[in-house]
């Protein structure tokens, strides 16, 4: 990633994103080691921030950070010659502008409900369309797919461009990689989950069953084995968080 503006909207936007995934993994790791309370996606996670020391400025910050994470993918979207990487950087800024919105939502007292009660309002309005249920079974197919992808690539040691560029071609540190490893593979997990319950929110036309991140860890905890797999996607979180401050701290290589 060249020198100026863009580098510095990356830093910034993954520091945010950090947050936002720490917040929820640490969340959700107090769930495991306690045995009681509710695991919460980036909205609650978003939330807590807002209750914390500090909270109004330190999630106006967080909020500036998606933003500028937004218009770092938009950058990127406009100058890659690779289609499918702008597909990719395209998904990331939504997805990146939703956390923004409901960060400022919540800061602003008009957002009071998890991730599921966003997600399912958004997935009734399209459900009303006639074209709607088609577009829920193909967002939720691709999710599927881009989750299991990440996780599968992760597991044998291949990770997303962002973090080749900042850890792998930087000084090869191994620690680095092994963190951004296990991360990328417990939030490769939870996409795809999510991603499955919004293909069958759309295959049933049903937007209540819609689930976001918080449900996504819920229905791995009551998986068989659940309480194992649900702990460690909780440590993975973590992981992912604090390696997503790694890409805040490397310089990274120019986009292609």
């Known amino acids: 990633m060249e020198k100026g503006i863009p580098h510095a909207l990356a830093r910034f936007g993954f520091f945010a994103l950090g947050t936002v995934y720490v917040v929820v993994g640490g969340l959700a790791a107090r769930v495991a080691i306690l045995q009681r309370g509710r695991t919460l996606g980036p909205a609650g996670a978003l939330a807590k921030i807002l209750a914390g020391w500090g909270g109004r400025l330190a999630l106006w910050i967080v909020a500036a950070g998606l933003l500028a994470f937004v218009l770092f993918r938009a950058v990127q979207c406009l100058r890659t010659r690779s289609r499918l990487a702008r597909i990719g950087y395209a998904v990331g800024a939504l997805g990146s502008l939703f956390l923004a919105v409901t960060a400022v939502r919540v800061l602003l007292h008009f957002h009071a409900g998890g991730d599921e009660e966003a997600l399912r309002e958004a997935a009734a309005r399209l459900v009303s369309h006639a074209w709607g249920r088609g577009a829920l079974e193909l ?32 000084g090869r540190k191994r620690w680095t990689a092994v963190l951004a490893r296990v991360g990328v593979l417990a939030y490769g997990a939870v996409v795809a989950v999510t991603g499955y319950s919004v293909f069958r929110a759309g295959l049933e036309a049903n937007p209540r069953g819609l689930s976001g991140t918080g449900a996504a860890l819920r229905t791995i905890k009551g998986a068989e084995n659940g309480p194992a797999l649900f702990a460690l996607a909780a440590a993975g979180l973590i992981a992912y968080g604090l390696s997503l401050f790694v890409l805040a701290a490397h310089r990274l290589k120019r986009s292609r």
Request: no cysteine; proline share 3%; net charge neutral.
């Open 139 to 170: 967002g939720g197919a691709i999710a599927v797919v881009v989750g299991v992808l990440e996780a599968v690539r992760a597991a044998v040691g291949i990770l997303p461009a962002d973090f080749t560029a900042a850890i792998i071609a930087r």
